[in-house]
């Protein structure tokens, strides 16, 4: 265990959020000793019966419907991710004297293991995915963890020293942190998303800096050098700075050459695999694959593993997901295009005659970027959801007249269906979050591969 996490036994802790990683994190806390009370802006109703007997008979206080306890009393408050530092009562409790933080930061406080941490506005997932295959066809010990799906803290606490924690880090994650350090850190990409929690892009871009806050000169940060607004934050990192490029070869780094894969560092230059050997399609993907060689290589994992390992991998649930073939035409799954920048991303992946599904919670962006993209890729919009319409009329301001309304994603592939011609590919990537109508958007790409399979009977 670090010897920066106070001793904690018998404080006043207060964890907000009763999700994946506030579940977690009340059990971490309470097995160090801590005095716990949580919060959660959801009805009590909506939580296991059994559960909530659990934390109240280990003296757990339980407040919901976003009512707050009192918060003169707290030594420390623990945020997950959706939860903002900005709300009132967390404010309060600052000002009061408690320490904000969050679950990723008590995870690497509470832990023996090394950190390997990957930001990105986009390819978190994938890359994350990817270098944990990597890490583990090399015979290391090793935790897939964080935004991804397994909190952090749930596997921080077992994980002896050989042990790599290879976390997907997202930038609500990223702003409590205080000490976290890993030993490599990876920032794939920055393009607007999330900035009803962050206001502007330079605070986004620095919570997304926070990842290599707190790393010398024996850590290194493997960053997009064809990305300017996320190459400019390595300006401030003291870590060994290793670029990636899918544009340019580099003096030292990892990019393509004569449609290879290479690694150039001081030493050596070593040729890793073609990337017509990946079997994850779109431009974007290449870069997720140069970034993981980058990490995986000055991990210290031979280029044989890396390469046979990479050239294996087949890409993750959600993202590009391909769904079959329904008389001629494609479906693909991208729920976890949440952002315009995604799925522009996932349009430019497919050549042409695309039946786009679109909408959901925007996060308060604009979407004129996502219908530039359409001209000469996109043949018809079926749109849903919240900001779906939004989608709509920035399109038809454009031009883009072929949109049709749906209700819900049943409807959506029932339309797409219909409008669908042999060589097409109707393509789920909503450039939104699912939160107006699913928990998240796993729920949302698995209703949207029900509806394909139903399409076969």
């Known amino acids: 265990m670090r010897t920066n996490l106070d001793n904690v036994i018998g404080k006043e802790v207060l964890i907000i959020g009763l999700g994946k990683s506030g579940t977690a994190t009340c059990q971490t806390m309470l097995d160090l000793g801590a005095n716990i009370t949580v ?32 918060m003169g009393k707290f030594d420390m408050i623990i945020l997950s991710p959706g939860a903002s530092p900005e709300l009132p009562f967390v404010q309060e409790g600052k000002e009061k004297g408690a320490e904000i933080t969050g679950e990723l930061e008590i995870a690497f406080r509470t832990s023996r293991g090394r950190f390997v941490a990957i930001t990105g506005t986009n390819g978190k997932t994938t890359t994350t995915t990817l270098v944990g295959g990597i890490f583990k066809a090399s015979g290391r010990k090793t935790h897939v963890v964080g935004n991804i799906g397994t909190a952090a803290i749930s596997d921080a606490s077992i994980a002896k020293e050989d042990d790599w924690l290879i976390t997907e880090a997202s930038s609500f994650q990223l702003e409590t ?38 790393q010398g000169e024996d850590c290194y940060l493997v960053i997009n050098y064809d990305d300017k607004q996320c190459f400019a934050l390595a300006k401030k ?20 050459r004569n449609g290879k894969i ?16 990946l079997n994850i399609i779109g431009d974007h993907n290449i870069e997720n694959a140069l970034a993981a060689v980058a990490i995986c290589y000055f ?26 073939l329904v008389d001629g035409v494609k479906y693909y799954n991208d729920s976890k295009g949440t952002n315009v920048d995604a799925s522009i991303t996932a349009i430019k992946a497919i050549r042409k005659n695309i039946i786009l599904i679109a909408g959901g919670d925007g996060k308060g962006q604009e979407f004129e970027e996502l219908v530039k993209e359409f001209p000469g890729k996109v043949k018809h919009l079926v749109y849903l959801g919240q900001d779906g319409p939004k989608i709509a009329k920035t399109a038809k301001k454009a031009g883009f007249t072929a949109c049709t309304k749906a209700k819900d994603i049943p409807e959506c592939v029932s339309i797409a269906a219909k409008i669908a011609e042999e060589g097409d590919t109707v393509l789920l990537s909503p450039a939104c ?25």
């Open 39 to 70: 919060q959660d802006s959801r009805s009590e109703r909506d939580f296991d019966p059994s559960f909530l007997n659990y934390l109240k008979g280990r003296g757990v206080e339980c407040y919901f419907d976003s009512i707050p306890p009192d």
């Open 177 to 214: 942190t205080k000490y976290f350090k890993p030993v490599i850190s990876a920032i794939l990409n920055l393009t607007p998303d999330h900035l009803n929690r962050h206001h502007t892009m330079k605070a986004y871009g620095e919570a997304k800096a926070k990842i290599f806050a707190n």
């Open 237 to 256: 990192c003291k870590a060994k700075v290793v670029p990636f490029s899918r544009k340019k070869e580099l003096d030292f780094g990892c990019f393509v």
């Open 262 to 277: 290479v690694l150039k560092t001081t030493e050596e230059e070593i040729e890793i695999c073609e990337t017509s050997e």
């Open 299 to 324: 991990a210290g994992i031979d280029k044989e593993t890396i390469g046979k390992a990479l050239t294996s991998f087949m890409g993750v649930e959600h993202r590009m997901e391909y769904c079959g």
């Open 433 to 457: 979050a699912s939160w107006d109508m699913y928990d998240n958007y796993e729920q949302r790409g698995d209703h949207f591969k029900d509806c394909v399979r139903l399409l076969n009977r």
